[in-house]
């Protein structure tokens, strides 16, 4: 099991699929998507309002009418990139280790901390 880049609650940009965020006509890249969960052992995501497909359910005491539900699908961890907190635009990250011993991520492009 390897270990992500990403976790629950992070801001990302789509960089490949269906749902890719292409920069704007004036060089800057649309608002970031939140991270709803992380599946750790199939290094997916699932990201709000990306990968949306249509599922078809039964009736059941949640939803009595059943038929097509729209909702997010999983996708793949190397398609997501996080975005900086200073700046807005995607960055890889570091890991560095503060005097009390925490492990922190930190972005390579600004150098702020990643929470």
């Not at 949306?52 to 729209?70: R, Y």
């Not at 503060?98 to 972005?107: L, N, Q, S």
Request: proline fraction near 6%.
């Amino acid at each position: 099991m390897n270990k992500l880049h990403i976790k629950k609650g992070d801001m990302v940009l789509v960089l490949a699929g269906r749902s890719k965020d292409a920069r704007n006509s004036n060089g800057k890249f649309p608002s970031p998507h939140k991270v709803l969960k992380v599946l750790v052992d199939k290094e997916r995501a699932i990201v709000e309002g990306v990968n949306i497909v249509s599922k078809c359910t039964k009736p059941s005491a949640k939803n009595p009418q059943g038929g097509i539900v729209k909702q997010e699908a999983p996708i793949h961890i190397s398609n997501l990139s996080l975005v900086d907190p200073k700046s807005g635009e995607p960055t890889r990250i570091a890991i560095k280790k503060t005097e009390d011993g925490k492990k922190v991520r930190i972005a390579k492009k600004s150098g702020e901390e990643i929470k």
